[in-house]
């Protein structure tokens, strides 16, 4: 009678995976850094904040805060003014926003914005129409002590 070999079943199991990793699969590689989309830029003399997110990513309290109602096919556009209070503070810029948005397909939207107070800030918001896997570009003009100023931003849904 043959005595039992040992170790039999752990090498056949660590033989199998081997021949399994050698069958042409990359090996895994580690997840990219993906930097968050720029949401601010600078114009002469104050920084625009900026945003368009889908209104259903907004939570109750902010859709009623912003008066929007919540659905799969609208963004909510927010442009905040603000000026630089030298201390890291901002306080809100007096100023005037439209806004245009276009799709891939070059289908354009002029965005309706209107001033909301959100406590001591005032910003500027409109609702765009989206659809699934859309990327929107989105043009701003700013016009703030007497200058206008234009921007371009872009988000993909």
């Known amino acids: 009678m043959n005595a039992p070999r040992r170790g039999t079943a752990a090498t056949g199991a660590l033989a199998f995976?081997?021949?399994?990793?050698?069958?042409?699969n990359p090996a895994p590689e580690p997840a990219q850094f993906?930097?968050?989309?720029q949401s601010h830029t600078?114009?002469?003399?104050?920084?625009?904040?900026?945003?368009?997110?889908?209104?259903?990513?907004l939570g109750?309290?902010?859709?009623?805060e912003y008066g929007v109602g919540r659905a799969a096919?609208?963004?909510?556009?927010?442009?905040?003014?603000?000026?630089?209070?030298g201390d890291g503070d901002?306080?809100?810029?007096?100023?005037?926003?439209s806004a245009e948005a276009v799709d891939l397909a070059g289908r354009r939207q002029a965005v309706a914005m209107r001033r909301?107070?959100?406590?001591?800030?005032?910003?500027?918001?409109g609702l765009v129409r989206i659809g699934t896997r859309d990327t929107m570009?989105?043009?701003?003009?700013?016009?703030?002590?007497?200058?206008?100023?234009?921007?371009?931003f872009q988000r993909s849904f």
């Open 116 to 125: 909301i107070a959100t406590g001591d800030y005032v910003d500027h918001v």
């Open 60 to 64: 109750e309290a902010v859709a009623r």
């Open 137 to 152: 570009r989105v043009h701003v003009t700013v016009v703030a002590d007497g200058r206008r100023q234009e921007f371009d």
């Open 34 to 37: 993906i930097p968050p989309p």
């Open 73 to 85: 096919d609208t963004a909510l556009l927010v442009v905040a003014l603000r000026r630089d209070g």
């Open 42 to 57: 600078e114009l002469d003399g104050l920084r625009a904040r900026y945003n368009l997110l889908p209104t259903l990513a």
């Open 17 to 24: 995976a081997l021949a399994l990793s050698a069958c042409g």
């Open 90 to 97: 901002e306080t809100t810029a007096d100023g005037e926003v």
